[in-house]
């Protein structure tokens, strides 16, 4: 099955530093993919969408300065966030979502990666 | 490999019928969490799950959590076309700090 792989998975970082998370479809390309936060036991918070080729769509309240998300093929998106921040560390997820259109998947299958834990220290 | 195994992968059915989707964990969660995914959008959160046993309804949709924290349904009454969408299961293993494993998600197709 299509599989995503997040890296890393666990990352601690000075505040002050930048911190980059990749996302990867492993064998499937990923026209869309997305990225979310989460606090500890609250649900996903999407933070934005990001389009192969194209500038991320940030969610309302998401600083686009301070999380970076670069998606430069159909398989990699990167979020990087930066001068981070102790309020910063949190459990980031992404997903991507199969380009085909051939049914059942409609273009809408999506898949998620493990998720990344960032301490900022 | 997948931590939480979700099924069926798609399920179609009438408008009016029932539809559940399954998830089981090889080991104890913390917690089951839902989403769900409507065509073209992003998952959405549903409902969460903490003690053994937990039922809760949201309106046409049953939500369970098995005895042992290993297991957990949802279940829709007479479904409608506003129920089209993917059904995601996530859960914690143990600290809610670590990792959400997810399911692959049920996609549910209604037929009017």
């Known amino acids: 099955g299509a599989v995503v792989s997040q890296h890393p998975s666990w990352v601690i970082c000075k505040s002050g530093t930048s911190v980059k998370i990749e996302c990867r479809s492993l064998?499937?390309?990923?026209?869309?993919m997305f990225w979310y936060r989460q606090f500890p036991k609250q649900s996903l918070m999407l933070m934005a969408t990001?389009?192969?080729?194209?500038?991320?769509?940030?969610e309302q309240g998401v600083e686009k300065d301070k999380f970076l998300i670069n998606h430069a093929s159909l398989t990699l998106s990167t979020l990087t966030v930066t001068s981070a921040h102790p309020e910063d560390s949190s459990f980031y997820i992404c997903?991507?979502?199969?380009?085909?259109?051939?049914?059942?998947?409609?273009?809408?299958?999506?898949?998620f990666g493990e998720g990344s834990w960032l301490t900022v220290v | 490999g997948q931590q939480v195994m979700q099924i069926p992968q798609y399920q179609h059915v009438q408008e009016g019928e029932d539809f559940t989707t399954y998830c089981n964990s090889s080991?104890?969660?913390?917690?089951i969490q839902w989403y769900k995914q409507r065509p073209g959008g992003h998952p959405v959160f549903l409902i969460q799950?903490?003690?053994?046993?937990e039922v809760k309804k949201q309106k046409r949709l049953t939500f369970q959590f098995g005895e042992a924290k290993k297991n957990s349904s949802l279940h829709i009454t007479a479904t409608q076309t506003t129920d089209v969408g993917t059904y995601f299961c996530?859960?914690?293993?143990?600290?809610?700090?670590?990792?959400?494993?997810f399911g692959r998600g049920t996609q549910l197709t209604v037929w009017p």
């Open positions: 064998d499937f390309q990923a026209t869309t």
């Open positions: 990001s389009n192969e080729g194209s500038k991320a769509t940030y």
């Open positions: 799950l903490v003690k053994s046993g």
């Open positions: 996530a859960g914690h293993r143990g600290s809610t700090l670590g990792r959400l494993y």
């Open positions: 080991t104890t969660l913390s917690n």
């Open positions: 997903s991507a979502r199969v380009s085909s259109n051939s049914w059942p998947s409609s273009g809408n299958t999506i898949y």
